[in-house]
């Protein structure tokens, strides 16, 4: 049984709450007051998520922005968050200290607050597991929520696609072909995600559906489509890429596939109506963020990839926990 699969068969019959959606979101609301308050948790591991001599303070950065990124996609103003830490026994207090810097300035950045939380000891031979539960407030009833998704919207992401994916490969060894210039910015991205969290303004106000790419373009915009109950056009062609990342293609087509299905990018996915489309495009300029019309949802199921108006195919280099 895959992730999803263990999702849909053991976990989701468990939300019967409404706010929860079934599961079927990156995060659940509920009646705050005034308004509603949207709460989004995931989970980082070492060896899975990071490398365990990653710099503590970006692996805080990492598991906090993972979040907000959840919560700018559906609108919500973020402003707190618990945190439960597992650590492993004789970790130097320097690691923690380092840990705690890197939340501190993430809080001064996007104006948010530590809540609560835990901390244990990891399990024996365990490395360390951060789990953060974000906050964000909406307008009653104003969560933007993936199943909302209609035949006709315009496709819409932020910023640049598959630079954290090639990080990896050049935190895993693989040059790319690239100068050591090209392979710091890939190598920053994976570690410093950038998500666009001020854009939950733009999402707020514009976006129909919408939800974070955190396991590559392409699945996540079937995810959406499955959700919406309806398929999607992607124009390979028109997804935004960095100069890095257009070098390194250029090296090794194989390179474009990683980008497109590799995820840990955090950028958000929209569908746009039409005549929101524009207004969309300019709010999102106005929070410091680009957007990039790259398909539209259309009837039916699936995403079908073109590129240079001809059908094509990736290979799929997603990750899967299980």
């Given at each position: 049984?895959?992730?999803?699969?263990?999702?849909?068969?053991?976990?989701?019959?468990?939300?019967?709450?409404?706010?929860?959606?079934?599961?079927?979101?990156?995060?659940?609301?509920?009646?705050?007051g005034?308004?509603?308050?949207?709460?989004?948790?995931?989970?980082?591991?070492?060896?899975?998520?990071?490398?365990?001599?990653?710099?503590?303070?970006?692996?805080?950065?990492?598991?906090?922005?993972?979040?907000?990124?959840?919560?700018?996609?559906?609108?919500?103003?973020?402003?707190?968050?618990?945190?439960?830490l597992?650590?492993?026994?004789?970790?130097?207090?320097?690691?923690?200290?380092?840990?705690?810097?890197?939340?501190?300035?993430?809080?001064?950045?996007?104006?948010?607050?530590?809540?609560?939380?835990?901390?244990?000891r990891?399990?024996?031979?365990?490395?360390?597991?951060?789990?953060?539960?974000?906050?964000?407030?909406?307008?009653?009833?104003?969560?933007?929520?993936?199943?909302?998704?209609?035949?006709?919207?315009?496709?819409?992401?932020?910023?640049?696609?598959?630079?954290?994916?090639?990080g990896?490969?050049?935190?895993?060894?693989?040059a790319?072909?690239?100068?050591?210039?090209?392979?710091?910015?890939?190598?920053?991205?994976?570690?410093?995600?950038?998500?666009?969290?001020?854009?939950?303004?733009?999402?707020?106000?514009?976006?129909?559906?919408?939800?974070?790419?955190?396991?590559?373009?392409?699945?996540?915009?079937?995810?959406?489509?499955?959700?919406?109950?309806?398929?999607?056009?992607?124009?390979?062609?028109?997804?935004?890429?960095?100069?890095?990342?257009?070098?390194a293609?250029?090296?090794?087509?194989?390179?474009?596939?990683?980008?497109?299905?590799?995820?840990?990018?955090?950028?958000?996915?929209?569908?746009?109506?039409p005549?929101?489309?524009?207004?969309?495009?300019?709010?999102?300029?106005?929070?410091?963020?680009?957007?990039?019309?790259?398909?539209?949802?259309?009837?039916?199921?699936?995403?079908?990839?073109?590129?240079?108006?001809?059908?094509?195919?990736?290979?799929?280099?997603?990750?899967?926990?299980?």
């Open positions: 049984m895959d992730e999803d699969g263990l999702i849909a068969t053991l976990f989701a019959p468990l939300a019967t709450d409404e706010g929860a959606d079934k599961l079927g979101d990156d995060a659940a609301a509920f009646a705050g005034p308004g509603d308050v949207v709460v989004t948790c995931d989970a980082l591991a070492a060896g899975v998520h990071f490398f365990p001599e990653d710099p503590p303070a970006a692996i805080a950065a990492k598991a906090l922005r993972v979040n907000l990124s959840d919560l700018a996609a559906k609108g919500a103003e973020p402003f707190g968050y618990l945190l439960a597992a650590l492993p026994p004789g970790l130097a207090p320097e690691w923690a200290e380092g840990f705690a810097h890197g939340l501190a300035a993430d809080q001064a950045r996007y104006g948010v607050s530590l809540m609560g939380g835990d901390t244990l990891a399990s024996p031979g365990g490395g360390v597991t951060i789990t953060v539960t974000a906050f964000g407030r909406v307008a009653s009833g104003a969560t933007v929520r993936r199943r909302a998704a209609r035949a006709g919207d315009a496709v819409v992401v932020t910023g640049t696609i598959g630079d954290a994916a090639l990896l490969r050049v935190r895993l060894g693989d790319l072909g690239l100068g050591a210039e090209d392979r710091a910015a890939l190598e920053a991205a994976y570690l410093w995600p950038e998500p666009p969290v001020a854009a939950w303004r733009a999402v707020a106000a514009h976006a129909r559906a919408a939800m974070d790419v955190s396991d590559g373009l392409i699945g996540d915009l079937a995810k959406m489509c499955r959700a919406a109950g309806v398929g999607a056009r992607l124009d390979l062609d028109a997804v935004p890429l960095s100069a890095a990342v257009c070098r293609v250029a090296a090794d087509q194989a390179a474009f596939d990683r980008a497109v299905t590799g995820g840990d990018d955090y950028q958000i996915l929209a569908a746009v109506a005549e929101r489309l524009s207004a969309y495009l300019a709010a999102l300029s106005a929070c410091g963020s680009e957007g990039s019309v790259i398909g539209e949802v259309v009837a039916g199921a699936g995403v079908a990839l073109t590129r240079s108006g001809e059908a094509a195919q990736v290979d799929d280099g997603r990750f899967q926990h299980f």
